[in-house]
């Protein structure tokens, strides 16, 4: 997607020397546009932990490199084990990252160790490109459900709600729910987003609204607590919100504060959809309440905030009232019963066990 009409990737190997790689520090977005080079598994782990780059597909994409920058220094059996597992504990909700390591230990065992740096460069590049075509697709088969909504009005504009950041910051490129928006806008239909602003990391706040505004795509960025309101009075036409992990049966873990969307659109009949490369879905699991691990993040994400002063600089404050605990889970689970249906790479299905296995019948 483009900032300033030149076309970017969210990852890619820095053209120059050929294997260092490149991220936006996403910390740092909307107030700069940082370029990080990661040269090393460690600073790759600590770019992922500490969410310079975040969104399930794409911690996957850039820990694939880690995995390359880890072969360069050390292609032994062992030493590629203990790094992978060390990536994979970098954070635990997201099924992509697991995904992406495991797709890369499996070519990666089967590679001679000399061999083994080649051959890592090319399946991370694989990745890469599979999410964002991936991606690509399913702002195809979701943007048919914008130009539903507008044709049910008339041709009106469609009001889009969505929450946290899925967009081509949080993929290799598109995004997951917002792919869907961006295909609309290109097909000249008329589409506004409510962006949830994404409490306690502002996800909505900072990195949506950045994309949709660079884009040219309308939005508003309205407080997590307004959505609800904004159903009952007909101002919502649908939400739809990515994920970080969809279990078999269609339970979904996405940002926090997604459940209670859901309840809201629920109780409100505005169709709530959830957007998805099929490498977001854990087939090994069955019950999203019960068994998707939840991150709990530091307290500090809750009881402070950083944004730009008056002055132009950038400070970080404290909202809470002093020696007031704070507790921070960052994601939380939707029954499937509250999604009206996925959006995925090969099509819309519903978010059931026979949805997803109509789609994907080699899971059966
Ligand atoms: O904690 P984050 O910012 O990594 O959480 C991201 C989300 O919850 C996104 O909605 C999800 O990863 C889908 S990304 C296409």
Redesign the pocket.
């Known amino acids: 997607m483009k900032i300033d009409g030149i076309a970017y990737r969210s990852v890619w190997v820095d053209a120059e020397d050929g294997w260092s790689v490149r991220i936006f520090d996403?910390t740092k977005l909307p107030w700069e546009l940082d370029i990080l080079r990661l040269t090393n598994v460690d600073q790759t782990a600590h770019a992922i932990k500490s969410?310079q780059v975040?969104?399930?597909?794409?911690?996957g994409a850039v820990a694939a490199y880690g995995v390359c920058l880890a072969l360069r220094e050390d292609a032994s059996s062992d030493a590629m084990e203990r790094d992978c597992a060390m990536l994979a504990a970098t954070?635990p909700?997201?099924v992509?990252l697991r995904w992406a390591i495991e797709r890369m230990l499996a070519r990666l065992r089967n590679t001679r160790p000399e061999n083994r740096v080649a051959a890592a460069y090319d399946e991370a590049a694989r990745i890469c490109d599979e999410d964002a075509a991936q991606?690509e697709a399913i702002g195809r088969y979701g943007a048919d459900l914008i130009a539903g909504a507008s044709a049910a009005k008339g041709g009106g504009r469609v009001n889009v709600l969505t929450?946290?950041?899925?967009?081509w910051l949080?993929?290799v490129d598109w995004?997951?729910?917002?792919a869907p928006i961006y295909r609309a806008h290109e097909r000249g239909i008329d589409v506004h987003v409510w962006v949830d602003e994404?409490r306690p990391?502002n996800?909505g706040a900072a990195?949506t609204a950045f994309e949709l505004g660079s884009h040219g795509i309308a939005h508003t960025v309205i407080a997590d607590n307004a959505g609800g309101h904004l159903m009952q009075h007909g101002q919502v036409d649908l939400a739809i919100?990515?994920?970080?992990r969809v279990t078999r049966t269609g339970d979904v873990?996405?940002?926090i504060g997604?459940y209670l969307k859901a309840l809201a659109a629920h109780d409100n009949n505005v169709p709530f959809w959830v957007?998805?490369?099929s490498t977001?879905i854990d087939w090994a699991v069955s019950d999203g309440v019960a068994e998707i691990p939840i991150?709990e993040?530091s307290a500090a994400e809750v009881t402070h905030l950083t944004g730009r002063t008056a002055a132009g600089d950038l400070a970080t404050i404290q909202v809470t009232a002093p020696g007031s605990p704070a507790a921070n889970p960052?994601?939380d689970v939707t029954p499937a019963r509250l999604v009206t249906g996925l959006i995925t790479e090969r099509g819309r299905c519903a978010a059931s066990a026979e949805g997803l296995l109509s789609l994907f019948p080699e899971r059966r």
């Open positions: 996403q969410m975040r969104g399930a597909p794409l911690i954070r909700t997201a992509n991606c929450h946290c950041n899925a967009g949080a993929t995004g997951t729910a917002i994404t990391r996800q990195l919100v990515g994920t970080d873990a996405n940002k997604t957007a998805l490369p977001t991150e993040r960052a994601f």
